[in-house]
């Protein structure tokens, strides 16, 4: 029991820390947990060498196949991420237009900006302090899903050597950032069909075994009770991830 006890704890503890961490909105490939994964490993080794012979092979495949699937859900939760900083993109833009036009002065329009999208606070500061508006713009526009700022930045640093209209620039530039996004939208579309014709076919091995098990036979006695379930469930499970990563591999492709 002590040892079954030590290998689960060993186990979830590995899960844990191999599982990459939740992404945030400014910051999507930050893993928190990157440090610890040696450790990780460790642990999921000493969890395997716990488990009875009988029991270590499932335990490592579950384990991987809850990376792969944490790995997944990161990847569509990053998607979604990017989505919502390209729509506060088109606010923030029709925000400094609007403040701008009415005649207000740049720090303060930057503020209502920060207030309104935490990213777009460096860029007060540099206005602020007298810095390169622009380049903090281009800053802000690596973050993912937020590329319509470099617009603004361009308009910023035409108004700035020209003397042209502050105003009517964010205004023209937030117009160009609306209809770059409605073409992404357009494009997130086409790609939506062929991911959930890619998941379709990743749970339609689920939906065989369930019919198999109401037809009287016992697939689920086989893929969990003998080596050759075992290697039968790694091959189509990693088969499986294969087709969903491949899938997201071209959406992001497309997207870029």
Known sequence: MSAALLAAVAGGGACWLLLPGTPSASHPDHDPTRAWVPAAVVALGVAVLAL??????????????AWGARLLWR????ARLAEANSARTVEV????????SAGRPTEAALDAAASAWSVIRPVAEAG???????????AASRTPGARGLRLLAGAWAVSQRTGGGLGAATRRAAEAVRRE????????????SAR????????LPVVALL????????????????PGGWACLVAGGATGFAGLWWIELIAREVDA
């Not at 990847?75 to 990053?78: E, G, K, L, N």
């Not at 833009?93 to 701008?100: G, H, Q, S, V, W």
């Not at 996004?181 to 939506?192: K, Y």
């Not at 959930?196 to 076919?201: G, S």
């Open 181 to 192: 996004q409605a073409t992404r939208r357009v494009v997130a579309g086409e790609l939506a």
């Open 128 to 138: 602020r302090l007298g810095g390169d508006v622009p380049a903090a713009f281009r």
């Open 196 to 203: 959930a014709t890619a998941r379709l076919m990743a749970g």
């Open 93 to 100: 833009c029709d925000l400094l237009a609007a403040e701008l």
């Open 52 to 65: 009875p012979r009988a029991l270590a092979a499932p335990g490592l495949v579950l384990a991987v196949g």
């Open 211 to 226: 019919m198999g098990s109401g037809a009287g036979a016992d697939p689920w006695a086989f893929l969990f009770g003998s």
């Open 75 to 78: 990847r569509r939760t990053a």
